[in-house]
C-alpha cells in the first residue's frame, strides 16, 4: 500500500517545488537597487548635506534599444515646422541661450529619447 | 532605452558605459556613473501654439506628417492603468492620472495637483524651504514653477491683463514680468530673470509611488 503512495508523494513534492520557484521568480528577475540621493550639490558633505539612501526595484520589460531612439535628429525650421506642428499638439519645449526647440510629445511616444544639440550643448530629451 | 523600469518610469543607459540612468530622478542608478546626477534643463511642457507665441523663431525636431497619433492616447485617460507594472502606493484623494506638478523631489516632495492649480492661476508658495511661485495656463495644462527670491528678496505675484495679454506682476516693486519665462520686462527690476524650479508634470499615481510621503497643495 506505502508504495502507492509513493507516486503521489513525488507529484506532490514537484508540484510544491514548482509553486515556490513561481512565487519568488518574479523576485529573481527585479534586482533591488539602492540609490543615494543627495539634497542638492555637497559633494564634499558639507554641514548642510544630507542624502539619504532609496531602496527602488528594477523591472525588465523589454530588450535594450526595443525602442530605438532619435540620434542626429533632423530639425525644421518654424516655417517649415508650421506644416505639420498643430496649435494644440502637445510639445516639449526648450530654450537654451537664445535657442528655441520644440519636440513633438506624440512623436516622442514612440521613439522615448532624443539624443540632439542645442546652442552647442549635447541634451538628452526624455518622454 | 533600456526596456527597464524603476515605478513604471523610464531607465535609460548610455552607450559609452551601458550605465543606467532613472529618468525621474535624473540619477545614475547602476554601473560606473551610478549616483551621478544628470543635470536637469528646463523644459516645458506646453502646446505648439502657446510655444510659438513665446518663441516665434523656434525650431523644432521633424515629424513625417501633421498626425497627432500617439501610442499612449487611450493610456493617458484610463484611471484603471496606473502604468506597465502597476502602483505600489493606493493614495485615493486624487484620481490615479489627475496631473500634478511635482516639485520638491528628494529634497521635500511637494505636488500641485492641476485642479488645484486651475482655480488659482497663479501661486506663492514655498518647496523645499524655497520660495515658489507657479503658473498655469488652463487650454494646455502647462504648469511651470520657479523660485520667486531674486537677489535675497521675496517677491510675491499677481496675474494681471495689460493690453490684451497676461502679466506677472510683483506686489514688491510692481515689475512687470512675463509668465511664461519669468524675464521682467518693465519696471524697477526689468532685465531680471527668475530661476526655474526642477519639475515634472507627472500622473498622481506615479508622483506617489516615488514620495507617498509628499506634501500635497490645497490638502492639508
Given at each position: 500500500?506505502?508504495?502507492?503512495?509513493?507516486?503521489?508523494?513525488?507529484?506532490?513534492f514537484i508540484v510544491a517545488a514548482v509553486v515556490?520557484?513561481?512565487?519568488?521568480?518574479?523576485?529573481?528577475?527585479?534586482?533591488?537597487?539602492?540609490?543615494?540621493?543627495?539634497?542638492?550639490?555637497?559633494?564634499?558633505?558639507?554641514?548642510?548635506?544630507?542624502?539619504?539612501?532609496?531602496?527602488?526595484?528594477?523591472?525588465?520589460?523589454?530588450?535594450?534599444?526595443?525602442?530605438?531612439?532619435?540620434?542626429?535628429?533632423?530639425?525644421?525650421?518654424?516655417?517649415?515646422?508650421?506644416?505639420?506642428?498643430?496649435?494644440?499638439?502637445?510639445?516639449?519645449?526648450?530654450?537654451?541661450?537664445?535657442?528655441?526647440?520644440?519636440?513633438?510629445?506624440?512623436?516622442?511616444?514612440?521613439?522615448?529619447?532624443?539624443?540632439?544639440?542645442?546652442?552647442?550643448?549635447?541634451?538628452?530629451?526624455?518622454? | 532605452?533600456?526596456?527597464?523600469?524603476?515605478?513604471?518610469?523610464?531607465?535609460?543607459?548610455?552607450?559609452?558605459?551601458?550605465?543606467?540612468?532613472?529618468?525621474?530622478?535624473?540619477?545614475?542608478?547602476?554601473?560606473?556613473?551610478?549616483?551621478?546626477?544628470?543635470?536637469?534643463?528646463?523644459?516645458?511642457?506646453?502646446?505648439?501654439?502657446?510655444?510659438?507665441?513665446?518663441?516665434?523663431?523656434?525650431?523644432?525636431?521633424?515629424?513625417?506628417?501633421?498626425?497627432?497619433?500617439?501610442?499612449?492616447?487611450?493610456?493617458?485617460?484610463?484611471?484603471?492603468?496606473?502604468?506597465?507594472?502597476?502602483?505600489?502606493?493606493?493614495?485615493?484623494?486624487f484620481a490615479r492620472k489627475e496631473l500634478v506638478?511635482?516639485?520638491?523631489?528628494?529634497?521635500?516632495?511637494?505636488?500641485?495637483?492641476?485642479?488645484?492649480?486651475?482655480?488659482?492661476?497663479?501661486?506663492?508658495?514655498?518647496?523645499?524651504?524655497?520660495?515658489a511661485l507657479i503658473i498655469f495656463r488652463e487650454?494646455?495644462?502647462?504648469?511651470?514653477?520657479?523660485?520667486?527670491?531674486?537677489?535675497?528678496?521675496?517677491?510675491?505675484?499677481?496675474?494681471?491683463?495689460?493690453?490684451?495679454?497676461?502679466?506677472?506682476?510683483?506686489?514688491?516693486?510692481?515689475?512687470?514680468?512675463?509668465?511664461?519665462?519669468?524675464?521682467?520686462?518693465?519696471?524697477?527690476?526689468?532685465?531680471?530673470?527668475?530661476?526655474?524650479?526642477?519639475?515634472?508634470?507627472?500622473?498622481?499615481?506615479?508622483?506617489?509611488?516615488?514620495?507617498?510621503?509628499?506634501?500635497?497643495?490645497?490638502?492639508?
Open positions: 500500500m506505502l508504495s502507492r503512495l509513493i507516486p503521489f508523494a513525488f507529484v506532490a515556490v520557484l513561481v512565487v519568488n521568480f518574479d523576485n529573481l528577475s527585479r534586482p533591488k537597487l539602492e540609490i543615494t540621493v543627495s539634497s542638492e550639490d555637497e559633494p564634499s558633505g558639507g554641514a548642510n548635506a544630507v542624502s539619504q539612501t532609496r531602496e527602488f526595484e528594477l523591472v525588465t520589460v523589454l530588450a535594450f534599444d526595443t525602442i530605438r531612439s532619435i540620434d542626429e535628429p533632423i530639425i525644421y525650421e518654424r516655417e517649415k515646422a508650421n506644416t505639420v506642428y498643430l496649435d494644440e499638439e502637445l510639445i516639449l519645449g526648450l530654450e537654451i541661450d537664445g535657442e528655441a526647440r520644440a519636440y513633438s510629445v506624440p512623436l516622442l511616444s514612440g521613439r522615448e529619447i532624443v539624443n540632439d544639440t542645442l546652442a552647442g550643448i549635447p541634451i538628452a530629451i526624455t518622454w | 532605452m533600456s526596456g527597464k523600469l524603476i515605478n513604471n518610469a523610464l531607465v535609460m543607459y548610455d552607450r559609452e558605459t551601458r550605465s543606467l540612468w532613472s529618468q525621474f530622478l535624473s540619477i545614475g542608478v547602476q554601473g560606473e556613473f551610478e549616483g551621478v546626477r544628470l543635470e536637469t534643463l528646463p523644459v516645458v511642457l506646453t502646446t505648439w501654439g502657446e510655444w510659438t507665441e513665446q518663441y516665434p523663431e523656434t525650431t523644432a525636431l521633424m515629424k513625417p506628417n501633421s498626425s497627432l497619433w500617439d501610442p499612449y492616447l487611450g493610456y493617458y485617460g484610463d484611471n484603471s492603468q496606473p502604468g506597465i507594472i502597476g502602483e505600489k502606493v493606493k493614495d485615493e484623494r506638478l511635482g516639485l520638491g523631489f528628494d529634497d521635500g516632495p511637494k505636488a500641485f495637483p492641476h485642479s488645484e492649480l486651475r482655480s488659482k492661476r497663479v501661486v506663492n508658495d514655498e518647496v523645499a524651504g524655497e520660495k487650454d494646455s495644462a502647462t504648469a511651470i514653477a520657479f523660485n520667486r527670491t531674486l537677489d535675497g528678496r521675496d517677491l510675491t505675484f499677481d496675474l494681471i491683463e495689460l493690453d490684451e495679454r497676461e502679466w506677472l506682476r510683483d506686489r514688491e516693486t510692481d515689475t512687470l514680468w512675463i509668465p511664461f519665462t519669468g524675464l521682467a520686462v518693465d519696471g524697477p527690476l526689468a532685465g531680471s530673470v527668475l530661476d526655474r524650479m526642477h519639475g515634472a508634470n507627472v500622473f498622481w499615481f506615479a508622483w506617489t509611488d516615488f514620495y507617498p510621503e509628499t506634501e500635497v497643495f490645497g490638502v492639508s
